[in-house]
């Protein structure tokens, strides 16, 4: 299988960069794509590019993107749109983000157990001992201008909707969808 690198001023960046590579038998790599395709729904997973290992799997049509896992060692296959790619890289580079436009992101096999995150923190040490450590079910996340967050709430436990890293750059919408 021909494989191409994705710069990292592209939608990928250093989050992307799993430990699960591409090399090895093409059964491993076919599992790795389906994997990331049913991250989002059917129509969009199936025309979606496949990004593994920071390497283009397969070539996709719809300017969606997917991946096995969000962050190295998670299994948490995630599909992103341009704007979610955009504020990846930030968080992978540590730089600003501002949401230009509205942003979505699937993760519709949720979080797998112990693949959790601080609802508070992109960057904590060691996320399963924060006091907002979260594991999320299959859900959705939206990005959307700041201001737009305002009144919500960050509590996961409210049962609905809740804002993730919302005191950074990159906070955004976390919509619970079982």
């Known amino acids: 299988m021909k494989t191409k690198t994705i710069s990292k001023s592209g939608l ?3 989050l992307i960069a799993t430990g699960m590579g591409c090399a090895g038998a093409d059964d491993a790599t076919d599992k790795l794509i389906a994997h990331a395709r049913s ?4 129509a969009v997973g199936a025309d979606a590019t ?3 290992n920071g390497e283009v799997a397969a070539e996709g049509s719809n300017g969606w993107t997917c991946m ?11 599909c992103v749109d341009a704007v979610w790619g955009e504020m990846m890289a930030a968080v992978g580079g540590k730089t600003a983000f501002t949401a230009s436009s509205v942003g979505i ?4 096999q949720g979080d797998p157990e112990g693949s959790g995150v601080s609802n508070s923190d992109p960057y904590h040490e060691d996320p399963k001992s924060a006091d907002d450590y979260v594991e999320s079910g299959p859900h959705l996340m939206i990005i959307v201008p700041k201001a737009a ?3 919500m709430t960050d509590d996961p436990s409210s049962g609905g909707p809740y ?3 919302g005191d950074t750059d990159y906070a955004h919408i976390m919509v619970p969808v079982k």
């Open 163 to 165: 804002v993730m890293w």
């Open 39 to 42: 991250a989002a729904p059917a």
């Open 68 to 78: 096995p896992e969000t962050m190295a060692g998670d299994g948490a296959a995630v």
């Open 50 to 52: 496949i990004v593994i």
């Open 12 to 14: 990928v960046l250093a």
């Open 149 to 151: 967050l305002e009144g």
């Open 105 to 108: 992101s699937y993760m519709l």
